[in-house]
């Protein structure tokens, strides 16, 4: 089966603008509890989040015939076939439980660990990319 190029560009290219989003407001230093710009992140994970997901669902059924049945799911398969490193899937497995948190739990979150977590993983996702644009060629 063949990739979908032009929506895995599409999706590596969301992935770097958010990053570097992040990183804008690290340097800033922007990032502060119940800040506009906390708030701004947490948006900012969530679409990194969906944008890693969608690209690896896609990357399994299309070259692994495989299926996926959740963000984690999804993760641990691109990591068991190949698709991203096993350091890699130990940086992002906490991030996915965490996006999970987010999305339905985001009032439990500590903004304050959100902040540390955000300044100390956001190269992981540029990692990301460069992994899955090595996986491609």
Known sequence: MNIDNIRINRLLVEITKNSSDLESLIQKNQLAPDSVELKAAKYILIEIAEGIAHILQHLLAKKEGLAVSGYLDTLAKGYKT????????????????FRHSLVHRYWTIDDTLL?????????DFHQFVEEIERYLQ
């Open 82 to 97: 190949g698709v991203i490193s096993e350091k890699l899937f130990n940086k992002l497995k906490p991030f996915m439980h």
């Open 115 to 123: 902040i540390k977590n955000i300044i100390s993983g956001y190269k």
